[in-house]
């Protein structure tokens, strides 16, 4: 499985902002993808996560109502993970991370469990 992110860039505090990440692979419409952040100096956090396994959607409660993940079949064994992020804050300023989960396993929360990880795509705002 591999993955590619997408979408940051520069944005002003109260903006919107899409990520996308592309999940290739065999197995890349069988896997739970998450998205994770990393701001400077902290550790790496979870942020939401999308089954394929039991179609469920998982969101960290710091992010609740501000975020929503969505995936689309591309074809060619290719899933499009995409996470929308309104209100955008001063402090959602990191680098964003997709990664995926093996095959067969629904949500979590827990970085560990994600085994596969794409390169990030930076997030900056501007107060």
């Known amino acids: 499985v591999q993955l590619q992110a997408s979408g940051g860039g520069l944005v002003q505090a109260g903006d919107s902002l899409r990520l996308s990440c592309v999940v290739s692979g065999r197995a890349s419409t069988r896997t739970t993808v998450g998205w994770f952040r990393q701001a400077p100096g902290e550790e790496r956090e979870f942020v939401a996560s999308?089954?394929?396994?039991?179609?469920?959607?998982?969101?960290?409660d710091s992010m609740k109502g501000r975020v929503t993940i969505s995936r689309d079949n591309a074809g060619n064994m290719k899933e499009l993970v995409d996470l929308q992020i309104d209100t955008l804050k001063p402090e959602d300023a990191a680098v964003y991370y997709c990664a995926a989960r093996r095959p067969g396993y629904s949500t979590s929360t827990d970085i560990s469990v994600y085994r596969y990880w794409g390169p990030g795509t930076l997030v900056t705002v501007s107060s």
């Open positions: 999308s089954s394929w396994v039991d179609g469920r959607t998982e969101y960290a």
